[in-house]
């Protein structure tokens, strides 16, 4: 796998999907379980500016995991496929 293309998807994928609901929640005025996110992302709330917040750290954190993933997959998963072959 490549680690930069995994990093940069990961990143996409939690950012816009933290945007995403942040912006639901907050038309719909609850947000009590996405409110949790606050004590991970410092500055983050069920708001619309938090929405904005949530992404930036959502992209950050969902590249540094997908990166990490792909880190593990190579170390494990490539070099088993590869022998097996």
Known sequence: ??????AIAGGILWGLL???LTLLETARGGGHALGRLGVIYLGYSVTYL???IGLIYGV???AIVGAAFCWLYNMFGGAAGATAK
């Open 1 to 6: 796998m490549n680690l930069k293309a995994s």
């Open 18 to 20: 933290v945007f995403a």
């Open 50 to 52: 938090g929405s904005v």
């Open 60 to 62: 950050v954190s969902g």
